[in-house]
């Protein structure tokens, strides 16, 4: 069974940063491709940041794109979520989740992840 562990989320005020970490545990594979998504009150579940199975395309959604960055660590089952910059609107719950496969068209869809996270809160004050 693969885990998923986030840390890193908090509060801090509009302009500043905070760095997310995700990691895999358990019975996983080598190299996973991994994703952001985040659940703001009231809103639906939203895209947020994603890499490939190889590592060398990332994708934003656009209202992080320049702010946010996502890396993939050394052990290809870890990455974390620089984010920058922060915005009142950035206040949301930040889940980290990964493929179970390795390709798939569309990393923004939500149903291509299997693994999930808890979720970790971060709040932007104005």
């Known amino acids: 069974q693969v885990h998923v562990v986030e840390s890193g989320g908090g509060l801090v005020q509009a302009g500043g940063s905070l760095r997310l970490s995700c990691s895999l545990t358990?019975?996983?594979?080598?190299?996973?491709?991994m994703g952001w998504f985040r659940r703001a009150p009231g809103k639906d579940r939203e895209f947020v940041a994603a890499?490939?199975?190889?590592?060398?395309?990332?994708y934003y959604s656009d209202s992080v794109k320049g702010r946010f960055t996502i890396s993939r660590e050394q052990d290809e089952k870890s990455n974390s979520l620089q984010m920058n910059s922060l915005k009142p609107e950035d206040t949301a719950i930040y889940y980290c989740?990964?493929?179970?496969?390795?390709?798939?068209?569309?990393?923004?869809?939500?149903?291509?992840?299997?693994?999930w996270g808890q979720g970790t809160q971060v709040t932007v004050s104005s």
């Open positions: 989740a990964a493929p179970a496969g390795r390709y798939y068209s569309d990393y923004l869809n939500p149903d291509n992840y299997d693994y």
């Open positions: 358990g019975r996983t594979f080598s190299r996973y491709a």
């Open positions: 890499f490939n199975w190889d590592g060398d395309m990332t």
